[in-house]
């Protein structure tokens, strides 16, 4: 039986096999600016992607779990999406994707649960739910919406040693997909300010994914950010 998605090639990615939920959802434009370095825009209408993920095999031999808001942008150069939200439940991958491509990651606990039809995906962190994610499965879909491959745009550094903005975009080969009907609820808390406001509870269309994804065909471009006033009230609490 022939496949519409192309051969895997694991040996051109960091992760294989990852199981992903994601789902475009509705998201308010001012809670979602906040979280935006200032060269980038809301989209219009303002989306956000939101997913949690499963990862059994990757470059550094671990084993996590990942859960993130990619809020759609543009700039200049056109869309994007910027990573304003994600936590993880391993070290190594902290460090990898804060240092080298700006993704804001924190440790929380992360639940990952496929029973039948269904997926479920949370998020925990100093004893508060910040993260629901639901799915009901439902047929396969041949043309899956990216979900990692497309542009980001995100910020790194320290409000010490200078902010920068790296843009970016990795490769994605799906092996699998099925459409989802999933329900998000996202929450704040003191450490995770202004999450909850984005999206305190959606649903949407999304897609249920077994994804190869890794490095893309350009490297990263960085370009400074100079903005020190955002990278104080709106860098530094989402990244501690």
């Not at 694991?10 to 509705?26: G, I």
């Not at 759609?72 to 070290?91: F, L, N, Q, S």
């Not at 202004?194 to 249920?208: Q, T």
Request: hydrophobic share 45%.
């Amino acid at each position: 039986m022939t496949t519409p998605y192309p051969a895997p090639q694991p040996e051109k990615n960091q992760w294989t096999n990852a199981r992903v939920l994601a789902v475009d959802v509705s998201i308010d434009t001012e809670a979602a600016q906040a979280f935006l370095p200032p060269q980038l825009l809301v989209s219009d209408p303002p989306r956000a992607t939101v997913f949690c993920a499963d990862y059994p095999e990757g470059i550094f031999g671990i084993v996590y779990r990942e859960a993130a808001v990619l809020i759609h942008c543009r700039d200049e150069t056109g869309p994007a999406v910027h990573c304003a939200w994600i936590m993880v439940d391993d070290d190594t991958a902290l460090i990898q994707g804060r240092e080298l491509l700006g993704f804001p990651k924190k440790m929380a606990g992360l639940t990952w649960d496929e029973k039948d039809d269904k997926v479920t995906g949370t998020v925990t962190r100093k004893g508060v739910e910040l993260m629901r994610v639901e799915g009901r499965l439902g047929a396969d879909e041949a043309s899956p919406p990216a979900i990692f491959g497309r542009r980001f745009v995100n910020a790194m550094g320290s409000v010490v040693a200078g902010m920068q903005m790296v843009d970016f975009m990795p490769a994605e080969t799906f092996r699998s997909a099925r459409t989802a009907a999933v329900t998000v609820t996202l929450a704040s808390s003191i450490w995770d300010p202004g999450l909850g406001e984005l999206a305190p509870g959606v649903a949407g269309a999304g897609v249920f994914g077994v994804i190869d994804f890794g490095g893309g065909a350009e490297p990263p471009r960085v370009t400074p950010l100079q903005d020190a006033e955002w990278a104080v009230e709106h860098f530094l609490p989402r990244s501690t």
